[in-house]
């Protein structure tokens, strides 16, 4: 009896002197010592034979549980000390691996984009997994905002819209789509685009809904083909669109169907302060 409580006794020193500071050590170690140096990703394809699903999901998993395990159970405070390199190389590989994944693109729209500002790596990954998950209307909803809302380059907000618009058939992708392809001073293709979905609409609030920013657009192209002349003819933008009116290239300001008022923007760009919404409706 004495001696199994002596190795009960030695067992529980051991774990004291060992195992805790062990413990502690490997929590505050940087990511890529926890996880172990990765081979490169064409090294690692081969190794994983045809395990490749599995080694995948294995390093999604590990990167979510370092990431879980660096977040402050309290108050939700990420720390400035989280390897973000190392995990972002690792859902690459993983990725690489197997382009199939939703949990990688979920991953690197959550962390890479709100909590590393890394937009562009982000939509890289995004559209990678576009040419693999064909039918997922996610990732070009989630690469497409991040292009209009923190990139603001709406030509390619415009086009990820579109598409999210046709995998899911979402009338509202399709309506931010025309709004983006206008604010990326393609107005008149943003017309032609929202006309061709007005007339597949099946639903008639939202045929009419389509033809009430149509209007908007086309009163916007006005106001835009009206400044190209007066750039022509005096060789710089007018500074108002009042000028536009003096000048006689409109016959009046058109009115914006949605209750705000036309304005030049200082990139000579054609705005309205309702901005193509009516006024309490979100603003798309």
Known sequence: ?????????????????????????????PFVEKMGYLPANDALKFLSADQKQAVGASLILKVLMYFGGQVSSKDIEVKATIDYKAMS??????????PYNLDGYYFAQAILVWDVKQYQVANTLLQYGMKYRTW??????????????????????????????????????????????????????????????EKGARDKSIRESFHLRIIAFKRALLIEKAQGRFIADHGQRPSAIQDLVLAGYLKEIPVDPYGGKFYLEPDGSVNTTSKFAFAGVMNH
Request: charged fraction near 15%; aromatic fraction near 16%.
């Open 136 to 197: 997922d209307w996610y990732l070009p909803f989630f690469a497409g905002f991040n292009y209009a809302y923190f990139l603001h380059d709406y030509p390619n907000a415009a086009k990820m819209y579109m598409r999210a618009g046709e995998l899911s058939g979402e009338p509202l992708f399709k309506k931010l789509a025309g709004r983006y392809l206008q604010q990326g001073g393609q107005t008149a293709m943003a017309i032609a685009y929202l006309s061709t979905m």
């Open 1 to 29: 009896m004495k001696t199994k409580i002596s190795i009960l006794f030695v067992l529980i020193l051991l774990y004291s002197i060992i195992i805790i500071p062990f413990t502690h050590y490997m929590k505050e170690r």
């Open 89 to 98: 190389r690792t859902i690459h590989s993983a990725l690489h691996l197997d």
